[in-house]
Structure formats: C-alpha cells, structure tokens
C-alpha cells in the first residue's frame, strides 16, 4: 500500500517549457488535490477533483491544467513554465468529496511533493 | 481565499509544551486541523476538532477552540526533539484552506 505517490521528485525547467507532474493514490479515495508550497505562505489549492471525471478550480488555478484520468490518477500540467510557477507541488486524496459527508472528518493523505524550479 | 494565520516560529526546549496559534476566517467550518510537515515530507494529519467541540485530548496532544474569536490552538505536552517539524492549521467549509505553517524547533 504505497498511499499517494507523485513524480518526479525534483524538477527544473527553462521558462516556456512545459511538464506534467503525475500522481497516483491507491487507496480507492474519490477526491484528489493539487497544492503549491511557498515559503510563508502554506498550501494553496491549485485544483481538485471532488469525484473521477470532475474537476474544479482552487484559489491559484492560472497558469496550469489537470487531468483526472481515472479514479487512481490525477495529474498536473504546466503548459509554459514561469518562475513564478517554481514551488513545491503536493497531490493528496481524501475519502470524501469536499461538497459531501460534512459530518465526516475528511482527512487528506499527502504525496511526498516535487520541488519544481522554473529559470 | 480565506486567511489562515500562524506564527512562522516557534522555539521549546525538550520537555516543555509547546503552543501553536491559529486564527481563521470561516465561522462555518465543520473541521479544523492539525498536520505536521517534516522536513522533505508531505503533510500526516496529526488531528482534528469537530466545529462543535470546545477541546480534543488525544495523548501529548490539546487541542482548543475558541469559535466566538475564530481561535485554535495545539498544544503539544513534553516536547520532543522528534516534534520539531512545521505545524499546519487547516480549515474545511465548502473548501480546504490551509494556515502559514509553524515552523517548531526544539531545543535539546
């Protein structure tokens, strides 16, 4: 049981160049999360997907695009690359959607993130 | 989106408590989290409050919640070296909204 995995690890690209990043879970959850990491500025939602075949903008959506491509996989693209974009990236997955089971805690499991640099 | 505030450090010495403060914006919030980053790592829940809930004891852990000043804490009982680490608040409504982070250092 890997839980949530994602790659690469480590990334560097030259503006204007373009990557997915992938992420799996195997774990049967129904909803999967993209989020960047800057520093003192904590996690902030990219995207989600609340169910496969969904997916919904978070509070940072310009500038990427995702693909739910079945219920295990849900990845990341970054069409043309820009420093801004460099951060840390995290996948995770829940159980629930986030519109549902409100009388559920709803815990996220975590990916172990790539650190993308964009020059 | 919604402001989730923490202070960015926080330094104990082994065998004190520590405390870490988060305030949030959503008065509607069903949950309210803490997760804990290690270095190079993703983020493990450590635990949650439900909304209804004034505090949550679980082992080392305190968890308080002031909903009148949109107020949460974590307290963390004879700290540990393996506590050092950065501490996340995050908050659930129609959304996830995460805090700053904490970063905590103990000191042996």
């Known amino acids: 049981n890997a839980g949530v995995t994602q790659t690469p690890k480590f990334q560097v690209l030259k503006t204007g160049q373009s990557m997915t990043l992938q992420c799996a879970q195997d774990m049967n959850h129904n909803s999967m999360y993209w989020y960047r990491q800057d520093p003192g500025m904590g996690l902030r939602l990219i995207y989600y997907?609340?169910?496969?075949?969904?997916?919904d903008k978070g509070e940072v959506p310009n500038g990427y695009n995702v693909s739910r491509l079945n219920k295990r996989e849900f990845s990341l693209r970054l069409e043309s690359a820009a420093p801004s974009q460099t951060s840390v990236y995290f996948c995770a997955s829940s159980e629930a959607g986030l519109a549902g089971y409100l009388s559920a805690y709803n815990e996220q499991f975590f990916g172990p993130g790539t650190r993308l640099t964009v020059l | 989106g919604e402001d989730v505030e923490q202070s960015l450090f926080l330094s104990v010495r082994e065998g004190d408590s520590s405390v870490i403060n988060c305030t949030y914006t959503d008065s509607s919030s069903t949950y309210l989290y803490w997760y804990k980053q290690e270095p190079g790592a993703g983020l493990q829940l450590l635990t949650y409050?439900?909304?209804?809930?004034d505090m949550k004891q679980d082992q080392r852990l305190t968890v308080l919640l002031n909903k009148k000043d949109k107020h949460l804490s974590l307290r963390i009982a004879d700290t540990q070296t393996g506590d050092s680490a950065i501490y996340f608040c995050a908050e659930f409504g129609n959304q996830f909204y995460f805090g700053t982070g904490t970063s905590l250092t103990v000191i042996p």
């Open positions: 997907s609340a169910s496969e075949g969904t997916t």
């Open positions: 409050i439900f909304s209804n809930m």
